[in-house]
């Protein structure tokens, strides 16, 4: 059981984590249908770090929802580690989801009044791991983050920083191929945004895990290998970060390129 | 995710919500112990009834003289005396389901032991008497064949009687004296308590009936006031009634179209009549309690349904981490049982606390049984699957984007 989730998060590297032809997505509302996504392609390689950005309403958080399994496409298709995930029902959407995404989000979404190991051990609860395995990975998480003192600290004894590095290390307790952070660093201050942004580039770098960040803050969106800007529920800018833009931390492919 | 670790999780997130949880097990705890103290109220007053069939005697047929009639007006039942010891002696031997037959007399009297004196019903019978009404001596012996061949001067006293004359001295071996003859205590019977009737069986002496009729009371020594019989088995008791029918009829020489001069009762249709009204009642009592016990699983569904609200978002973190609607559905109905089936379990204690401190105030009696509280407990966990159900459904079928996006 385990060996099978090793395999499935172990694709051949060639495959990109992530590939959507004509993803759509529509809503009801009121007897109008509404199209908060119209239609894009795209492909995000293995340990890209990818920065999407646009205005609220411009799609790029139903986009997200969609690459995290949260949601369901109404149109085209949604191809994750090369596995067709565009008509999965709940459950199997659910099950991809605990094994190959990871979730940061801008308030932590931490279960209050449960302690920060608790916290970390929740996705390996779902995904059916032993007690005395879930614990010894969530401590091994918890001091990877630097947070190896405050395994019994629930979030509301921890700092901002401290939250979403607990949210972190959940995020990535699974092993998964794909770190979706919306608005991550909303809720810090600048000292901890830097830091939370250099633990993701060195995540893409060292780990090869892909990381798609979703903010509308330009110096944090320049810290991404590539931009994709949302408007209107299509693609209207897809490549690097524009040269004005300040990224807060510097990555390896910063390296070259004019400052 | 295992049951029990749902479980562990379940009393996790109940403990930290500890007024919540106890005011919502509250309604279960009132409902199971009304359930329990109720039934339990009922049960007793079937045992109650159980057991004063048992006192008195099994399988009892009593033979009653008929009335005297003056002038086509008929005096009370058993005012004439028409039955004789040939009667019975004839019923003894010629109704095959009958297996023990016991004549007695009886007359009111004081009784006297030193300055002490009680008035109550003497009765005179034979040894067969103890058999039929199955009634045995807590200390000496009864008289036997020979006490009543003789006409001995013995007697045996029940409790009431003794307690009234001794207080705290054995009564063995004293003579007392009724109705100016002095009668040697040989016996005092076990209590018996309140008969059907309701009257204190205990409150009387025995006496050889021979005694009686020669030593005590004046008249004929064939004439008998009341024939105690048992019948050979309980499905044995209407055959036995209509052969005795058929007996004393030929004897007292009645014309086919002439009424009975006698009467045949079978106490246990009255005892029976008494179990019917206590059964009744132990369904009345349980039905109301059964009401509160639904009242308080309402009270679950309610709890767990403003929880789902409260939770959605803790709903919508769990689908994010890969939580299936199959394990939040779960979740959320290991909670509701756990709160039922806990307040079941406190429920039975404090609904057995409760009818014992019911008997003692009131005096009624009461008997707990582990059955009700078996059922109880399953009833209350029930009670947490079908309250917790839709709240746990609801929680199951949340939209995850939606859920997360809930403040």
């Known amino acids: 059981m385990a060996n099978d989730v090793q395999h499935a998060a172990m694709p051949p590297a060639s495959v990109p984590v992530i590939r959507t032809v004509a993803l759509a997505r529509a809503f009801a509302l009121g007897g109008q249908v509404v199209r908060a996504l119209g239609g894009v392609s795209l492909q995000i390689e293995r340990g890209a770090f990818v920065a999407i950005v646009g205005a609220s309403g411009s799609g790029k958080s139903t986009f997200m929802n969609l690459l995290g399994l949260l949601d369901h496409p109404t149109g085209g298709q949604l191809f994750v580690d090369g596995v067709d995930a565009s008509h999965l029902d709940r459950d199997a959407r659910a099950r991809i989801r605990g094994a190959k995404v990871g979730f940061v989000f801008q308030g932590f979404n931490l279960l209050d009044r449960t302690s920060a190991l608790e916290n970390v051990e929740l996705p390996m609860m779902y995904a059916g791991v032993g007690r005395a395995q879930r614990r010894t990975r969530a401590v091994a998480a918890l001091q990877a983050m630097g947070l190896g003192d405050r395994l019994e600290h629930v979030p509301s004894q921890l700092s901002g920083g401290q939250q979403q590095r607990v949210a972190i290390a959940r995020a990535l307790v699974n092993r998964p191929s794909l770190l979706l952070a919306d608005e991550p660093t909303g809720n810090l201050d600048s000292a901890t945004t830097r830091e939370v942004l250099a633990l993701f580039v060195q995540l893409a770098v060292e780990q090869g895990i892909t990381v798609i960040l979703v903010t509308h803050e330009h110096d944090v969106a320049a810290v991404a290998q590539r931009v994709v800007e949302f408007r209107d529920g299509v693609v209207v800018h897809d490549g690097l970060p524009p040269p004005e833009w300040q990224p807060v931390v510097q990555a390896p492919w910063h390296a070259g390129r004019v400052a | ?407």
């Open chain 2, 1 to 407: 995710m295992s049951l029990f670790t749902l479980l562990r999780v379940a009393l996790r997130l109940l403990r930290r919500n500890k007024l919540r949880s106890a005011l919502t097990v509250l309604g279960i705890v009132i409902g199971v112990a009304a359930v329990i103290a109720m039934v339990a109220l009922g049960r007793g007053a079937q045992s109650n009834v159980a057991s004063q069939i048992a006192s008195l005697g099994a399988n009892l047929i009593l033979v009653l003289p008929g009335a005297t009639q003056t002038a086509g007006v008929k005096g009370a039942q058993g005012s004439s005396s028409n039955l004789t010891r040939g009667d019975i002696a004839a019923l003894g031997r010629e109704v095959p389901t009958i297996s023990a037959v016991a004549p007695t007399n009886r007359v009111s009297g004081q009784i006297v032991y030193g300055d002490a004196n009680w008035s109550t019903s003497i009765f005179g019978s034979t040894p067969a008497y103890f058999d039929v009404r199955q009634w045995k001596v807590a200390r000496g012996a009864t008289f036997g064949d020979g006490e009543e061949l003789t006409a001995a001067k013995v007697c045996v006293l029940g409790q009431t009687v003794a307690d009234n004359l001794f207080g705290d001295q054995d009564p063995i071996g004293q003579t007392v004296r009724a109705r100016n003859v002095p009668l040697r205590v040989i016996g005092v019977l076990e209590p018996k308590g309140q008969s059907v009737m309701g009257n204190d069986q205990d409150d009387t002496v025995l006496v050889p009936l021979a005694t009686l009729q020669q030593r005590m009371i004046g008249g004929s020594r064939e004439t008998v006031g009341t024939a105690l019989v048992a019948a050979t088995g309980p499905d044995t008791i209407d055959a036995a009634m209509a052969d005795m029918r058929a007996v004393l009829r030929q004897r007292h020489h009645l014309q086919p179209d002439d009424d009975d001069d006698f009467s045949l009762r079978n106490m246990q249709d009255i005892a029976k009549a008494n179990a019917e009204v206590a059964d009744v009642l132990t369904v009345l009592l349980g039905a109301v309690a059964g009401v509160s016990l639904l009242v308080g699983g309402i009270g679950v569904m309610n709890i767990m349904l403003v929880s789902v609200t409260e939770r959605t978002r803790e709903i919508g973190i769990r689908m994010s981490v890969g939580a299936r609607s199959r394990d939040i559905l779960l979740q959320f109905l290991v909670e509701a049982v756990a709160l039922s089936t806990l307040g079941g379990a406190l429920g039975i204690g404090i609904g057995a606390i409760a009818a014992s401190v019911l008997q003692r105030t009131t005096g009624w009696p009461t008997l707990f049984d582990p059955q009700t509280a078996a059922v109880a407990v399953a009833v209350s966990a029930s009670i947490g699957v079908f309250f917790g159900f839709y709240p746990a459904r609801t929680a199951s079928r949340l939209d995850p984007v939606e859920a997360l996006r809930h403040e």
